[in-house]
């Protein structure tokens, strides 16, 4: 990202360990700074603080331990709040041997809460050097083309997942005004 000239990027991560070595990786690239910090409470930063967040992995995690649905809630919440008007949050999910619990129908649920006020995106997209069996029936798509689903998150009845192995991205861009998530109990937001 900065060599494509991003000036203020901010990582953070739960595990002192892994910034303290992002930090040593990276020190000579002043552009990138590193925080320890819960993506459940980022409190540090004040609302719509960033055009966009990207989220490799995090909420795959969160979404295999304890409380899954409200540590979901309280890190979808947290990423509405800090998100301008307008910005965007790029959620990419890589499946690994068949076990994921990213693909639409478990994350739409979690990502389509009206109170994050996010339109949703799903592209699907295959691993490397995957190759459509010869027999295969399915029309050619372009993976640069959003696939579409339905608010539950299921894929239309035509479409074929022909990797089960493919990576799901989400794109979530804010739309309307912030949304005030302070006073709201994960237990009251409604799918």
Not at 23 to 32: A, G
Not at 45 to 69: E, R, Y
Request: charged share 25%; proline share 8%.
């Amino acid at each position: 990202m900065v060599k494509d000239g991003y000036e203020d990027i901010m990582n953070i991560d739960i595990s002192s360990v892994a910034i303290d070595m992002m930090r040593r990786k990276y020190e000579q690239v002043p552009q990138m700074k590193y925080m320890k910090m819960d993506v459940r409470d980022m409190s540090f930063f004040p609302d719509d603080s960033f055009h966009s967040v990207i989220d490799k992995g995090t909420l795959d995690s969160l979404m295999c331990g304890n409380n899954a649905p409200i540590s979901a809630v309280n890190m979808l919440g947290e990423v509405s709040r800090l998100l301008k008007p307008g910005g965007v949050y790029l959620l990419v999910m890589l499946t690994l041997m068949s076990i994921t619990y990213g693909d639409p129908t478990v994350r739409i649920p979690h990502l389509n809460r009206s109170v994050y006020s996010w339109k949703i995106e799903l592209y699907i997209i295959p691993r490397p050097g995957f190759q459509k069996p010869a027999d295969s029936a399915s029309s050619a798509k372009s993976f640069l083309e959003p696939v579409p689903i339905t608010e539950k998150g299921q894929l239309p009845a035509d479409y074929v997942l022909e990797d089960p192995d493919s990576h799901f991205i989400y794109i979530c861009k804010k739309t309307g005004e912030p949304i005030d998530l302070s006073n709201k109990s994960p237990y009251s937001l409604s799918l």
